[in-house]
């Protein structure tokens, strides 16, 4: 379960990425206006995705 949970994370934080990039980098793109809703989502996923490594190599250790 924990596998599935850092590869859904893992490709939702990419996605975002991909959204970021492109909402930044094109005026006319229809994500434009949602640049900042995308940034913060982008940076949700990222810390979820954080928070699981961190605990994924904590549990692994011991």
Do not use: C, W
Request: proline share 3%; glycine share 4%.
């Amino acid at each position: 379960m924990r596998k599935i949970t850092l590869i859904l994370l893992s490709l939702l934080t990419l996605v975002n990425l991909v959204l970021v990039i492109i909402a930044l980098t094109q005026p006319t793109s229809s994500l434009y206006p949602y640049r900042f809703v995308i940034g913060i989502s982008l940076l949700m996923f990222g810390g979820f995705l954080r928070r699981h490594i961190l605990k994924y190599r904590e549990d692994s250790k011991e």
